[in-house]
């Protein structure tokens, strides 16, 4: 019995780390983005720890495959999340080809390296097709805030 109520307490405690934040749409129709941990807006997240990224958006096309990308803005300068899997296909909860219309859910992890520099920026993520028509299916731009991790 004691085991029951653990794993039931264990979604519980996850969703208790989870917000939804507020982010400016670019383009596609998101309908909600949640970021895990996180407590406060902008979202801290430690060097050294690990982010999950809940997205749930629409697609406003059809697609065989799907690209994501993931910018930060330091400085005035858009950079690209380094190491990133550009693949949406795979390992982020969503299985292609896309249907039209149809609901998507994807879970992005972002390890943030103890190299990082302490900084508060706005990172714009971007789902869009992978073919010559490069459409965007949904796209979105967020604060968040790199801080020092506990040693």
């Keep these: 019995m004691i085991r029951v109520s653990f794993l039931f307490l264990i979604p519980v405690f996850c969703l208790a ?47 065989e495959k799907l690209r994501l990308s993931v910018w930060a803005d330091v400085a005035g300068i858009e950079l690209p999340y380094p190491g990133m899997k550009r693949d949406a296909c795979k390992g982020k909860n969503i299985t292609c080809p896309i249907a039209e219309n149809q609901d998507l859910h994807y879970v992005q992890k972002f390890e943030v390296k103890k190299f990082f520099p302490s900084v508060q920026t706005k990172a714009r993520f971007n789902l869009k097709t992978n073919d010559d028509q490069d459409k965007v299916i949904c796209c979105f731009i967020a604060p968040v805030s790199v801080v020092n991790g506990k040693d």
């Design 17 to 63: 780390l989870s917000k939804e934040i507020k982010f400016e749409p670019c383009g596609g129709t998101v309908k909600s983005v949640s970021v895990e941990p996180c407590s406060t807006e902008p979202c801290e997240i430690p060097k050294g720890a690990s982010a999950f990224i809940n997205v749930h958006c629409s697609s406003n096309t059809k697609a």
